[in-house]
């Protein structure tokens, strides 16, 4: 059985948030921890939904593939994102683990009975609901007005801020340069370019393979503006 309380401690969506030592425990008798390796499917677009998916560690990503085959990435999804927290039959998008990823199912008519009978937790269910809604806002916000250096610096300064709560310093990219393109609506060499223009601004420098330092967070704050 999963510790649930100790696996989103210091998640930004706390489904647990405020709940008592009894009603964590009814949570936690639900839930079951899963592990998944780099590139596994969680899940996949038009299957049935029987769970409600929570990353506990790693990250994964959404993508939807269109009519004509081309693959758009949603969304990355980090500690404490969720998966399956609509009332849908079925998944309208895939999900993948971009690393060795452990997630928390909670089968869905168990989770949502709960959601009924537990005041608070269906209050967390709806504050996260609300914050979704808000990142897909921005999310189309920056699709629609921004350009190639502004979608690459909102989308690092996104990342920063999930991963450590803060945008200086070094921050792990766990995803490829193609991921971040489908995910930017752009193509992998315009994202090449633009890296290439934040390092000669001496914005951000490579320090890892998967690893970018920020040295001008202040910069790449006002171009994700």
Known sequence: MASTAQATSSSHYNILHNLSADELARVDAISKPLQFKPNDYICRSGAESPYVYRIDSGCAMTERLSSNGKRHVMAFLFPGSFVGFFDWLSFDLSVKSLQQTQVTVFPRGAFFRLCEEI??????????????????????????????????????????????????????VPCSREDIADHLGLSKETISRAMTRLRVKRIIRQSKANTLQILDPIALAEVAR
Do not use: T
């Not at 806002?137 to 920063?160: G, P, T």
């Open 119 to 172: 005041p608070q937790l269906k209050d967390n269910m709806d504050r996260i609901a609300k914050a979704i809604l808000a990142s897909a806002l921005d999310y189309m916000y920056i699709l629609s007005q921004k350009n190639a250096d502004e979608r690459l610096c909102f989308f690092l300064q996104q990342l920063a801020l999930r991963e450590k709560g803060s945008i200086e310093g070094e921050v792990i």
